[in-house]
């Protein structure tokens, strides 16, 4: 190959000049945030734990690790239900746990976790999403620096564990009962004590007899804190929590921080851990209630009727007392109710004459 002494000389002053500039760094190596989640739940434990670690590698993942979670379990930061503090004052970037914990802030949160008696969890996931719940829950959450988002639901809960049989409303009268956001208050009114106590603690306070009763989730989640080993009586429905929203916050400087595709990747992967953690909750209820009660004596009982006319009657009184202490929980509520009305109209006419169809058929066969 011919070369002019001008080809070389300029060649060789280029090559010159290449060696004297910094090389380009790769775009996916650009730009990389590591974002502390405070977690209220203990690491990896069945269900909650692990979803919180799921939804850190999905945020993780679907940004090509520009943006990185790492998970603090209960306690490693801050404890359990000082996660949203934490993360609101910049200790954290996001938190992962349940709304209704905040509710000394504002009673407000409660409608973002469950209500006594209130929606379901599909039917709840369709306030948030198209009821104008999530612009509601901006407003509230912007006043302490948070941005949130649903990320999971257990569904539908159990009525919880007790030493001793339920039978009348005066069964309720003298005992302490981890439970709370309104559910709590319900139960206060009718003679129990309700204890708020974190979800690393329960357990211990059981067994101890620190308390007579517990709720938790359901029979998954329950198997796997041992509950049985210390009360064999096993309520349902639910009543209190009839879905538990289990949110993550955005320390919402941090949130305006990023780019509108990763926050768009973000709620994307927000809904996409909702969908997931429910699916799951049912995926592995059925064969542990089956343990529970073929394999270590739980004792199945459904609330009377009459015990669960009355906690409705009292619970409608508690969350329409909250609605009147200041104008925005107000808002809240009458969204809240104007939905819940139109739901259960669907609910009643198609999902609950279904399912009892359904055990109808299965029931004789």
């Not at 851990?273 to 004792?299: C, I, K, P, Y």
């Not at 809240?336 to 669907?346: D, K, L, S």
Request: proline share 4%.
């Amino acid at each position: 190959m011919n070369m002019s002494r001008k080809d070389f000389v300029r060649g060789a002053a280029l090559a010159g000049l290449g060696a004297t500039l910094p090389l380009a760094t790769p775009a996916i190596a650009q730009g990389r945030r590591e974002l502390k989640m405070a977690s209220a739940w203990v690491k990896n434990f069945p269900g909650f734990g692990t979803a919180a670690e799921r939804l850190a590698q999905r945020i993780t993942t679907m940004t090509d690790g520009r943006l990185s979670v790492r998970v603090f379990a209960a306690g490693e930061l801050v404890p359990p239900f000082e996660v949203f503090d934490a993360v609101s004052t910049g200790t954290a970037d996001l938190y992962h746990g349940v709304e209704f914990w905040w509710q000394g802030k504002s009673k407000a949160f409660n409608f973002f976790t469950t209500t006594p008696f209130g929606l379901t969890p599909t039917e709840i996931k369709s306030w948030v999403y198209y009821g104008g719940g999530q612009e509601l829950w901006d407003e509230l959450a912007a006043n302490y620096n948070v941005k949130s988002f649903l990320v999971g639901n257990p569904g539908v809960q159990m009525g919880g564990w007790f030493r001793n049989e339920i039978n009348s409303l005066d069964d309720f009268r003298g005992i302490t009962m981890r439970m709370g956001g309104f559910g709590g208050e319900v139960i206060r009114r009718v003679g129990a004590t309700p204890a708020s106590i974190p979800g690393t603690e329960v357990y211990q306070a059981l067994q101890s007899g620190a308390i007579d009763a517990t709720e938790w989730v359901g029979p998954w989640n329950d198997l796997a804190k041992g509950f049985h080993q210390v009360a064999k009586f096993y309520y349902y429905p639910g009543w209190h929590e009839p879905s538990s929203n289990v949110s993550a916050g955005f320390n919402l400087d941090v949130w305006n921080e990023l780019s509108a595709a990763d926050r768009e990747i973000i709620k994307v992967a927000c809904q996409a851990e909702n969908d997931e953690m429910e699916a799951e909750f049912h995926a592995n209820n059925g064969s542990a209630l089956d343990v529970l009660v073929t394999e270590q004596g739980v004792q199945l009982r459904a609330y009377s009727d009459d015990v669960l006319m009355a906690l409705g009657q009292m619970s409608q009184e508690v969350v329409a007392e909250a609605a009147s202490e200041d104008a925005f929980t107000r808002r809240v509520y009458d969204s809240y109710m104007a939905f819940h009305a139109e739901a259960r109209r669907v609910t009643e006419t198609s999902h609950q004459p279904f399912a009892r169809a359904r055990a109808m058929v299965f029931s004789a066969t």
